[in-house]
């Protein structure tokens, strides 16, 4: 089933029996076809679809208009009266703009005597009311026609599942292109590692409901459902879903996968728990684009006493780089460019994270953990930190770089690991480069101490800025 935020399922075409695939068809067609930009009802917002609307009414205004359609079983005329009616409605006058209105109904009414001006008085609330639903006869609209209106969003829920769905539309847009898609599936570290975890421990899968949060083009879902799971249930906010739904057909699994259009914490899945969340989270430096916090904030909502979550354990680790060469070209370059001098110019270099593969023989220093992360337990707070770190030098030379890799663990019977340290296999995820403006003087055998903290960025909760205490040196980086 294909859905596009709470209770909008009935709008979306569904991955169904045969004798419904010439309807599922239709309507699916309709969706693609659908890109003409689409007015809120009640707001002035601009949204891609008819889907996105439905979805935003749902998610921003608690106004689900697929239930309000079979509540009062409107056929297409009704349809098309109610949604004229809610848009003439919406933005028709007050109803007691009438100077009649002035007249008392009751003599001495104590409601006449508060006054607006009363600091947190009745009126005051009524005013604030009246201004976040834009009028009240929408809020009254509201109120009659929905009854049954939830939201899946709960209090203290971190930076990622806060933000609008416009604040994170370019995040999920750089998703729905294929070429993203086509490197990460052909990253055969990261894609067999999956499919060899789920294929050799079929007991854990055999009858179980499993949700993919961020399932893309839903390899992770088919490989749960070969290896026995009773259910899938595939979550994605970006438009590959729809390539997503035509790919699991195309296998002859739409009776064990759902696919559902949204983020995980706007949408309501069609089940209480599930027994197992997959997920391919991970990012630059692990926790670049946050995802994680979408895969516990699932976790914490839907799983079952006793589930897991895979990958479980993962960890951030730092190794030293002696890379002259590549400090002159990015670094030193500054100082003399055609002669002249634009060393100004590595402020705004220097604090730009890298992302690129390091050469092994670089490495100057053996690889330090500073970070795991059990994510069948860690905290959204936990993924913010400061650690102490020493790294055991193993060459005398200049250090020039900072380098982080991780490391993902699938554990049970037979578990599977893999890395994306220089010294392996290379991975999409390359290695994170942090440079040094000036190279530190090293010896073989010392141990260089310092320290690193992780923080998301305020402005943008899924990009990360890294600070290193280095030798009675500060410096932060950003990584966007």
Same mark, same amino acid.
Request: net charge negative; hydrophobic share 40%.
């Given at each position: 089933? +294909?859905?596009?935020?709470?209770?909008?399922?009935?709008?979306?075409?569904?991955?169904?029996?045969?004798?419904?695939?010439?309807?599922? =068809?239709?309507?699916?067609?309709?969706?693609?076809?659908?890109?003409?930009?689409?007015?809120?009802?009640?707001?002035?917002? @601009?949204?891609? @679809?008819?889907?996105?609307?439905?979805?935003?009414?749902?998610?921003?205004?608690?106004?689900?208009?697929?239930?309000?359609?079979?509540?009062?079983?409107?056929?297409?005329?009704?349809?098309? $009266?109610?949604?004229?009616?809610?848009?003439?409605?919406?933005?028709?006058?007050?109803?007691?703009?009438?100077?009649?209105?002035? !007249? %008392?109904?009751?003599?001495?009414?104590?409601?006449?005597?508060?006054?607006?001006?009363?600091?947190?008085?009745?009126?005051?609330?009524?005013? =604030?009311?009246?201004?976040?639903?834009?009028?009240? @006869?929408?809020? *009254?609209?509201?109120?009659?026609?929905?009854?049954?209106?939830?939201?899946?969003?709960?209090?203290?829920?971190?930076?990622?599942?806060? +933000? !609008?769905?416009?604040?994170?539309?370019?995040?999920?847009?750089?998703?729905?292109?294929?070429?993203?898609?086509? =490197?990460? *599936?052909?990253?055969?570290?990261?894609?067999?590692?999956?499919?060899?975890?789920?294929?050799?421990?079929?007991?854990?899968? !055999?009858? &179980?409901?499993? *949700?993919?949060?961020?399932?893309?083009?839903?390899?992770?879902?088919?490989?749960?459902?070969?290896?026995?799971?009773?259910?899938?249930?595939?979550?994605?906010?970006?438009?590959?879903?729809?390539?997503?739904?035509?790919?699991? !057909?195309?296998?002859?699994?739409?009776?064990?996968?759902?696919?559902?259009?949204?983020?995980?914490?706007?949408?309501?899945?069609?089940? =209480?728990?599930?027994?197992?969340?997959?997920?391919?989270?991970?990012?630059?430096?692990?926790?670049?684009?946050?995802?994680?916090?979408?895969?516990?904030?699932?976790?914490?909502?839907?799983?079952?006493?006793?589930?897991?979550?895979?990958?479980? +354990?993962?960890?951030?680790?730092?190794?030293?780089?002696?890379?002259?060469?590549?400090?002159?070209?990015?670094?030193?370059?500054?100082?003399?460019?055609?002669?002249?001098?634009?060393?100004?110019?590595?402020?705004?270099?220097? %604090?730009?994270?890298?992302?690129?593969?390091?050469?092994?023989?670089?490495?100057?220093?053996?690889? /330090?953990?500073?970070?795991?992360?059990?994510?069948?337990?860690? #905290?959204?707070?936990?993924?913010?930190?400061?650690?102490?770190?020493?790294?055991?030098?193993?060459?005398?030379?200049?250090?020039?770089?900072?380098?982080?890799?991780?490391?993902?663990? *699938?554990? $049970? #019977?037979?578990?599977?690991?893999?890395?994306?340290?220089?010294?392996?296999? &290379?991975?999409?995820? $390359?290695?994170?480069?942090?440079?040094?403006?000036?190279?530190?003087?090293?010896?073989?055998?010392?141990?260089?101490?310092?320290?690193?903290?992780?923080?998301?960025? $305020?402005?943008? %909760?899924?990009?990360?800025?890294?600070?290193?205490?280095?030798?009675?040196?500060?410096? /932060?980086?950003?990584?966007?």
């Amino acid at each position: 089933m +294909l859905t596009d935020g709470d209770g909008a399922a009935d709008e979306m075409p569904e991955l169904s029996d045969e004798e419904d695939n010439e309807d599922d =068809e239709e309507q699916w067609q309709w969706m693609e076809e659908d890109s003409q930009p689409v007015t809120c009802l009640f707001c002035d917002r @601009s949204l891609t @679809s008819v889907a996105a609307t439905l979805q935003h009414c749902t998610a921003e205004h608690q106004v689900n208009l697929v239930d309000v359609i079979k509540k009062h079983s409107l056929d297409d005329y009704g349809y098309i $009266k109610m949604i004229n009616f809610i848009r003439s409605t919406v933005n028709a006058p007050l109803p007691w703009e009438s100077e009649d209105f002035l !007249r %008392p109904v009751l003599q001495d009414d104590p409601l006449l005597q508060t006054g607006t001006d009363t600091p947190k008085g009745l009126f005051a609330q009524i005013l =604030e009311v009246h201004r976040r639903s834009a009028c009240c @006869s929408f809020r *009254l609209l509201a109120q009659g026609l929905v009854l049954n209106a939830e939201t899946s969003k709960s209090g203290n829920l971190g930076a990622v599942a806060e +933000l !609008r769905e416009d604040e994170d539309e370019a995040y999920f847009s750089s998703y729905g292109h294929y070429g993203i898609h086509e =490197e990460m *599936l052909k990253d055969k570290v990261r894609t067999e590692s999956y499919r060899d975890f789920m294929y050799r421990n079929p007991e854990v899968f !055999r009858e &179980k409901v499993v *949700l993919d949060v961020g399932c893309g083009t839903g390899i992770l879902s088919m490989f749960a459902a070969r290896a026995g799971a009773k259910k899938v249930i595939a979550v994605d906010q970006s438009e590959i879903i729809y390539q997503a739904m035509d790919i699991v !057909r195309s296998n002859q699994l739409e009776d064990k996968i759902t696919l559902i259009k949204g983020r995980i914490e706007d949408i309501k899945l069609p089940v =209480e728990k599930v027994d197992i969340i997959i997920s391919e989270w991970m990012g630059y430096f692990l926790l670049f684009e946050s995802m994680l916090d979408s895969v516990l904030y699932a976790r914490d909502l839907y799983l079952a006493d006793g589930g897991s979550v895979y990958p479980d +354990l993962c960890n951030i680790s730092l190794a030293a780089v002696g890379d002259t060469q590549k400090h002159q070209e990015r670094i030193a370059f500054w100082d003399d460019v055609y002669g002249f001098n634009m060393g100004c110019m590595k402020k705004a270099v220097v %604090p730009e994270a890298v992302v690129e593969v390091v050469k092994a023989e670089t490495l100057i220093s053996e690889p /330090t953990v500073i970070q795991t992360f059990d994510c069948n337990s860690v #905290c959204l707070s936990e993924l913010e930190f400061a650690s102490d770190f020493c790294l055991k030098i193993t060459n005398t030379t200049e250090c020039t770089v900072s380098n982080a890799q991780t490391d993902a663990t *699938l554990v $049970k #019977c037979h578990s599977v690991m893999f890395s994306t340290g220089p010294q392996v296999t &290379k991975t999409h995820w $390359k290695q994170t480069v942090f440079l040094l403006e000036k190279p530190v003087y090293v010896q073989a055998g010392e141990e260089l101490k310092g320290k690193i903290s992780v923080r998301k960025n $305020k402005k943008d %909760p899924r990009s990360l800025l890294v600070t290193f205490d280095l030798q009675d040196r500060k410096q /932060t980086y950003s990584l966007q």
